[in-house]
C-alpha cells in the first residue's frame, strides 16, 4: 500500500539555522499538507498547497516558513531561521481530494 | 469558531468492556466528521468518517448534529485496541480542506 515518506525522521538543529523537512507524498495524490504537533498539544495546521501554490495557511506559518514541490515527487517544508518554539512533530499528509487525508510517519525537530 | 473537544485525555478500561472516547465540535455549517488513530511508533491513519457509516475493527461512530457530537464507541475492547485517538474535523466542499484536531485521547486497554 503506497505511504507518505518523511525525512528524516529526526532533526536537530541549532536556533538560527535553516531547516528543510522533505515529504513525497502518494504518487498520484494532489493536495498536500503540513501539520505540526508541539509535544502534549494538538496537532495543528500549518498549511495547505495545491495545484503549485498555497491554498490555505494558519497564522503558525508565518514569513520563516516555505513550502516548495520542487520536482514532481517531493514537497518540502523550510523553516528559514529556527526559533526554540519550533521544536515539534511535523507531519506532512496528502489526499486526492475526498477529504481522507494520508499521513506520513512525521519528522521530529528539535530546535537547541 | 471551529474547534474538536476531546474531554479525556486518558481513557483506561478491562478487556472486554464498552468503550466511548467523547468529541464533540463548533463549526458554523455541515463538517465532515473523523476519528484518527495512532497506534504505538506508527503514523496517523484513518479510522472512520461520518459520511462512510461503517464500522472499522469494531468501532462506530454517529454524529449527532443537535449535540454537536461524534462519540466513538466499541462494545468489547481489546487489548490491540491501545492506542491514541484523534477526532477531527473537515470542512465539507472538499478538495484541499485543512483537519481541525482535538487533542487526542488515549485509550488503554489492560488484560
Known amino acids: 500500500e503506497p505511504e507518505v515518506t518523511q525525512t528524516p525522521s529526526h532533526q536537530v538543529t541549532q536556533m538560527g539555522q535553516e531547516v528543510i523537512l522533505r515529504c513525497v507524498p502518494i504518487?498520484?495524490?494532489?493536495?498536500f499538507y503540513w501539520y505540526r504537533q508541539i509535544l502534549g498539544q494538538k496537532v495543528e495546521f500549518l498549511v495547505s498547497f495545491y495545484n503549485n501554490e498555497i491554498s490555505e495557511k494558519s497564522e503558525i506559518f508565518d514569513d520563516q516558513f516555505s513550502v516548495e514541490r520542487p520536482d514532481g515527487s517531493n514537497f518540502t517544508l523550510k523553516i528559514r531561521s529556527t526559533k526554540l518554539e519550533d521544536s515539534a512533530m511535523y507531519f506532512c499528509?496528502?489526499?486526492?481530494?475526498?477529504?481522507?487525508?494520508?499521513f506520513g510517519a512525521g519528522t521530529r525537530l528539535s530546535v537547541l | 469558531a471551529q474547534r474538536v473537544t476531546q474531554p479525556e485525555k486518558l481513557l483506561s478500561v478491562f478487556k472486554g468492556a464498552p468503550v466511548e472516547l467523547k468529541c464533540n465540535y463548533s463549526?458554523?455549517?455541515?463538517?465532515?466528521l473523523f476519528w484518527y488513530v495512532q497506534y504505538s511508533r506508527q503514523r496517523l491513519q484513518l479510522l472512520l468518517r461520518h459520511i462512510s457509516r461503517e464500522s472499522i475493527k469494531g468501532f462506530t461512530a454517529d454524529l449527532n448534529k443537535g449535540e454537536t457530537s461524534f462519540h466513538l464507541k466499541k462494545p468489547f475492547a481489546q487489548e490491540e485496541d491501545s492506542a491514541m485517538y484523534y477526532c477531527a474535523l473537515s470542512g465539507v466542499s472538499g478538495g484541499y480542506n485543512k483537519l481541525i484536531f482535538g487533542a487526542g485521547t488515549r485509550l488503554a486497554v489492560h488484560p
Open positions: 499528509a496528502s489526499s486526492k481530494g475526498q477529504n481522507i487525508q494520508y
Open positions: 463549526y458554523s455549517g455541515s463538517p465532515e
Open positions: 504518487s498520484n495524490h494532489l493536495y
